[in-house]
């Protein structure tokens, strides 16, 4: 008999209303290789912490909400970054499947790859994921860089082939003055997203500092010290240039 795959998360929260459709039990996973400046949860970081749970566990904690959820409702595992936990997530996803749960997969996509053994993994679980809230935190290479430490090169790969399959996403786009708040990067963003097939939403999240109490208490320094949330001119202006409202009334069939 094998062991069960065991998954490191950092927290749940009951009856989440912002992570995907309806009302949903979310899971924040512990982990995430993105150093994102704006980032209000850096205690998720360290691969090294978080509670040891099986899909078993975390499914039955999640079931004893199942009245709450209504139609629309289900699971939501976000981070961190949930993908560096994909063995657990396939179990956790398949489980939930059976039990007729609506999966939500909440993602940087960082760690995408072609390359094996990721890559069908990851075939894998998009068999038992219903729909991904996707971040894209810049579209310009070099800013994407800047801004999480990362390149954005495989995150915009992830993108088309999720497209490719068609699979559901809500693009999520989180506005940062002086970092992702440009108009001709916003432009090219929506350029990108119009080229896809599968996109059923797009969000604009402000910058907030909610966090940063957390980067004294860790340690580590905060890059954006000084920089204030974007005034809602600005993120009518994001919403304006990358045309949410031509998602407002989307109903996938």
Same mark, same amino acid.
């Given at each position: 008999m094998s062991k069960p795959v065991i998954g490191y998360v950092h927290s749940t929260e009951s009856f989440g209303s912002v992570d995907g459709p309806g009302i949903r039990f979310i899971t924040f996973m512990q982990g995430c290789r993105m150093r994102c400046e704006f980032c209000h949860n850096p205690d998720t970081w360290n691969m090294g912490g978080g509670t040891p749970y099986t899909a078993d566990e975390l499914l039955d904690e999640a079931l004893q909400y199942r009245d709450f959820w209504g139609a629309k409702g289900g699971i939501t595992v976000s981070g961190g970054e949930p993908l560096l936990h994909i063995d657990f997530l396939i179990e956790?996803?398949?489980? %939930?499947? +059976?039990?007729? #749960?609506? =999966? =939500?997969l909440d993602t940087c996509g960082q760690p995408f790859t072609y390359d094996e053994p990721f890559f069908s993994r990851f075939e894998e679980l998009m068999q038992y994921t219903d729909l991904l809230l996707f971040d894209i935190k810049h579209i310009d290479a070099e800013k994407h860089k800047q801004l999480t430490m990362h390149s954005n090169e495989n995150i915009l790969n992830m993108a088309r082939y999720l497209s490719e399959i068609k699979k /559901? !996403?809500? &693009?999520?786009? !989180?506005? #940062? /003055?002086?970092?992702?708040?440009?108009?001709?990067d916003l432009i090219r963003l929506d350029a990108f997203i119009q080229s896809l097939d599968n996109v059923d939403k797009v969000e604009i999240l402000p910058?907030? @500092?909610?966090? #940063? $109490?957390?980067? %004294?208490?860790?340690? &580590? /320094? $905060? @890059?954006?010290?000084? &920089? +204030? /949330?974007? =005034?809602?001119?600005? #993120?009518?202006? %994001?919403q304006r240039l990358l045309h949410i409202d031509r998602y407002q009334n989307f109903q996938r069939s």
């Open positions: 956790y996803f398949k489980k %939930a499947k +059976e039990e007729g #749960v609506h =999966t =939500t /559901p !996403v809500w &693009i999520r786009h !989180v506005l #940062v /003055p002086e970092r992702s708040d440009f108009d001709e910058y907030h @500092k909610l966090g #940063v $109490y957390k980067y %004294a208490a860790l340690n &580590i /320094p $905060y @890059k954006l010290e000084g &920089i +204030e /949330p974007p =005034t809602q001119e600005r #993120v009518e202006n %994001a």
